[in-house]
């Protein structure tokens, strides 16, 4: 369907969808019944409504590069809320995001992040941030992809930020690959600061090749992570 006018009904609809997932995600851990399967399930379940609720059209390149069995320190570009149903959608439940310690502070959602194995991160806090880097490395170590915004917030323009480089230190002390990945079109279905969804908007994901961590390893740390941050970057920054 073509592109609509802006709707704050479209965009109270998929908060409602967040909270009807959120809720049950409390009661369950509550009761102690919360599982992996049962927090992934309810993940797949809320990323294909956001997308269909915003009819978004979605072209997707490079699935080839995902590779079965591997699991992957994912960095994209971050243009908007709904990059993160998309992400979900496309890369499937299996996968963790690093997010900033304020949404955690948020009623209902805040809680049921932390329960669903969502990572907070505090740069301002040692004791936290070495924490968040620990339940980090144990959902690599599970087989469970870790994404990370390396923006570490939503572009206002679409344009790259600088790369905070935290996620890179943690993909080079783990070994991991990084799968870096472009998203664009998402901020026209609702802008960073923005309140206002709009439907049928195009939206294209591009997964790039998965780059090697280990290459980096025969620099010293400082060097192979100004490296690997460019590369990552330049990867991102191609298909925009």
Same mark, same amino acid.
């Given at each position: ?7 704050? =009904? ?7 969808? *967040? ?10 851990? /509550? ?38 069995? #591997? ?12 990059? +993160? ?44 941030? @070495? ?21 570490? /917030? ?31 079109? *998402? ?18 994901? *591009? ?17 192979? #992570?100004?490296? =690997?941050?460019?590369? +990552?970057?330049?990867? @991102?920054?191609?298909?925009?």
């Amino acid at each position: 369907m073509p592109a609509t006018g802006k709707s704050l =009904l479209l965009s109270l609809r998929n908060v409602v969808e *967040t909270l009807a997932v959120s809720a049950p995600t409390l009661a369950d851990a /509550t009761r102690g019944r919360l599982s992996r399967d049962v927090t992934n399930a309810r993940i797949a379940s809320w990323s294909a409504r956001v997308v269909e609720n915003a009819a978004v059209s979605l072209r997707v390149r490079g699935r080839e590069n995902v590779e079965p069995g #591997v699991t992957y320190v994912v960095m994209s570009n971050h243009q908007s809320h709904y990059d +993160v149903a998309i992400l979900f959608h496309v890369l499937g439940p299996n996968m963790r995001m690093v997010a900033k310690k304020e949404l955690f502070a948020l009623p209902v959602f805040g809680p049921a992040l932390e329960k669903a194995g969502f990572v907070s991160v505090d740069r301002g806090d040692t004791a936290a941030a @070495i924490a968040s880097l620990a339940q980090a490395k144990a959902h690599l170590a599970s087989g469970m992809h870790l994404w990370i915004a390396p923006e570490g /917030t939503r572009s206002p323009s679409g344009a790259l930020l600088p790369f905070k480089k935290g996620g890179f230190h943690l993909a080079l002390d783990v070994t991991a690959p990084i799968l870096p990945i472009t998203i664009s079109g *998402t901020r026209d279905v609702l802008r960073a600061k923005g309140v206002l969804s709009r439907a049928g908007v195009d939206v294209a994901l *591009t997964i790039h090749p998965a780059v090697a961590t280990s290459s980096y390893a025969g620099t010293d740390r400082k060097t192979a #992570v100004e490296v =690997l941050s460019r590369d +990552v970057r330049t990867a @991102i920054a191609s298909a925009l």
